[in-house]
């Protein structure tokens, strides 16, 4: 039962480098979402997906950027990296289709800093 | 989603039982009540869920009340590695879009 894995789990970058976080998950869950974590606050959705080929924007999606060609990889990438950008990146799956949509599924988080 | 208000901070004995309540009166009919738990650098946790009658799983109970205005978390028998933020969270079941977690509570199991 590996469930949801996040790589790396922790990333130093430098500011306008391009960084990818990889999530996959083995349930073949149909949902999948990406959230943010700031020292201190809660967490805050970035993008989620329905299915494969099917994303959409969340609360804070600029300088954001998703795709899932298959539904058990959810890749994230910051084209060009900020400061602000430094965070602790959670993904989460879910599948409604089971009525327990609101199961999500975190996965171990992402430490980024950007410098 | 109903809006929710929880304690700050509690603390709790180990090996006692931890009551965390929840406010939630202006629930609607549709709405379930969630309980999640992120123990400090982790994912959160889902722990357990209802509508009105009460519920238990391996890892708590949950107890709402009978117009459902509230509701508490139970951990029969806490040990210090419950210590956690704990979120109530209210919406409508079958919602799959994101969860939005508040401030929580956060529970310091104490030896």
């Known amino acids: 039962d590996a469930g949801i894995t996040q790589s790396p789990r922790y990333k130093i970058t430098e500011t306008g480098r391009q960084v990818t976080l990889m999530c996959h998950q083995t349930w073949s869950h149909s949902y999948m979402f990406w959230y943010r974590q700031d020292l201190g606050h809660g967490l805050r959705l970035i993008y989620y997906s329905a299915a494969a080929d099917i994303t959409d924007k969340g609360e804070v999606p600029d300088g954001y950027v998703v795709s899932r060609s298959k539904t058990e990889n959810f890749p994230l990438t910051l084209e060009s990296a900020t400061r602000s950008q430094t965070s602790v990146y959670f993904c989460a799956s879910s599948e409604p289709r089971t009525g327990r949509a609101n199961e999500q599924f975190f996965g171990p988080g992402t430490r980024l800093t950007v410098l | 989603d109903a809006k929710t208000t929880q304690p700050p901070s509690m603390d709790c004995a180990e090996g006692r039982a931890a009551n965390l309540p929840c406010n939630h009166s202006?629930?609607?009919?549709?709405?379930?009540v969630y309980w999640y738990r992120q123990i400090h650098s982790q994912g959160p946790q889902y722990i357990i869920h209802?509508?009105?009658n009460n519920e238990t799983n391996e890892m708590a109970s949950l107890i709402i009340t009978e117009d459902r205005k509230s509701s508490t978390l139970i951990l029969p028998h806490a040990t210090l590695r419950d210590t956690a933020v704990y979120y109530c969270?209210?919406?409508?079941?079958?919602?799959?879009?994101?969860?939005?977690f508040g401030s929580g509570t956060q529970l310091t199991v104490l030896p």
């Open positions: 969270i209210v919406r409508v079941v079958g919602s799959a879009r994101q969860l939005t």
């Open positions: 209802g509508l009105k």
């Open positions: 202006t629930i609607s009919g549709n709405e379930y």
